[in-house]
């Protein structure tokens, strides 16, 4: 059997950090197990364009591995070329690059390693909704560039106590945003999403459901994104939905960049309609270096917490998806459908019911 895996080149820093596992050097620790099992492992960082690695390598491949951070992205096109294909696994959480209707179609099945960096990514959106209402990003270069201008950054820095909270998506990631923010006693948390979260959940919470995305984006100050990129959230975040927002809310983005409309995003910052922006997530990634979000500032050349996309990629969560991603590939080999439930995307031609996340960690 030939496994292909898609991961991003650490140089380095591979040698640095040994733990570093989804990067091309350290294989996300599966060589010696694949290969003492008389499988093929072929790992690049190489993905786009027709002389690509992956496009070379996947016309045989029976396993393809990619992650979300640097994401090989899996098209019709591609499928229709991966003749053997039979697994393919997000190393991470995330499918959206893969051609899901596609796969479903050749009975591909697609697995992800559910909840294995959802804490990762929850801890991130924390620090950048403090970093913007903070206004820490131009505090910080001031005094690194030698300076000491106390009210150029107090005039814009806020506490988020008191403040209006609110979640686009309250999943596994969603959730645990909730829980750590509560700490700060916001003025009220809300939450807009196909699905209730159970009374106690709420309760313990003091969490609120929005029916309406448009009123809980009216109220909210600080305004969270945590859904999948589907076909209804991709350009979501668009001029029409960024003029319903209430006047200079922050907003961060995790969950992915497609889900915003790029340049709708940077005029909402330059023209005050959003305070801040901040995330982790691009579409295409990486990003080109004439990204909009990358030098995208607010009318008082602030309010970017960008970074590149590192929130569900902490040594811990390598750790962890490495591990998930192991798992998943051995419930394959041994045929049995032993997978766990809450990992499968698509399997057997159709859309798998995933466990809701609703659990309490
Ligand atoms: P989850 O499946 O536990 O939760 C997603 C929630 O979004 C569900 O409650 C679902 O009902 C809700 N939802 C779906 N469509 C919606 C819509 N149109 N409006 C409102 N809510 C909607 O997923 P989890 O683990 O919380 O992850 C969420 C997303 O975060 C992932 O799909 C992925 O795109 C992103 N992610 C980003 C990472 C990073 O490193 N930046 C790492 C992990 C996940």
């Given at each position: ?70 994401p ?25 690059h ?15 390693v ?9 801890e ?10 903070r206004?820490?990003v ?36 969603g959730?645990?945003v ?12 809300l ?53 319903k ?7 961060v ?26 995330g ?33 990629t ?48």
């Amino acid at each position: 059997m030939k496994v292909v895996a898609v991961l991003y080149k650490a140089g380095q820093a591979a040698k640095d950090q040994p733990r570093l596992l989804g990067c091309v050097e350290n294989e996300l620790g599966l060589r010696q197990w694949l290969e003492g099992q008389g499988h093929t492992f072929v790992v690049t960082d190489s993905k786009e364009g027709a002389d690509s690695v992956l496009d070379r390598e996947l016309v045989d491949a029976e396993v393809i591995i990619t992650t979300p951070f640097h994401p090989g992205y899996i098209s019709r096109e591609r499928i229709a070329r991966a003749k053997n294909l039979k697994l393919l696994v997000t190393a991470g959480v995330g499918s959206d690059h893969i051609d899901l209707t596609a796969a479903n179609e050749r009975k591909i099945t697609v697995a992800e390693v559910t909840g294995s960096n959802v804490v990762s990514v929850a801890e991130h959106v924390v620090m950048t909704i403090l970093t913007l209402v903070r206004n820490f990003v131009p505090a910080h270069e001031q005094v690194m560039a030698g300076g000491w201008d106390v009210a150029d950054v107090a005039k814009d820095s806020y506490d988020v106590e008191g403040k209006v909270v609110a979640t686009i998506g309250v999943g596994r990631i969603g959730q645990r945003v909730l829980r750590r923010l509560k700490a700060f006693d916001p003025a009220e948390m809300l939450y807009y999403d196909y699905q209730a979260l159970p009374a106690d959940v709420e309760a313990e919470l003091g969490a609120r459901r929005v029916e309406s995305l448009d009123d809980m984006l009216a109220k909210a100050d600080i305004v969270t994104v945590n859904c999948p990129l589907h076909e209804s959230t991709r350009g979501l975040i668009d001029k029409k939905l960024l003029a319903k927002f209430k006047k200079g809310a922050w907003l961060v983005n995790t969950a992915r960049g497609a889900i915003c409309v790029e340049d709708d995003v940077a005029a909402a910052l330059a023209d005050g309609t959003l305070r801040g922006y901040g995330g982790d997530v691009w579409f295409p990634q990486p990003a080109p270096a004439d990204h909009p979000w990358r030098t995208m500032r607010n009318r008082f050349g602030a309010g970017n917490a960008m970074t590149p996309h590192i929130s569900g990629t902490s040594i811990d969560a390598q750790v962890r998806y490495a591990e998930g991603t192991k798992a998943i590939i051995a419930s394959y080999l041994a045929g049995d459908k032993s997978y766990r439930p809450q990992d499968l995307i698509v399997i057997d031609g159709h859309y798998a019911t995933r466990a809701y996340g609703s659990d309490k960690k």
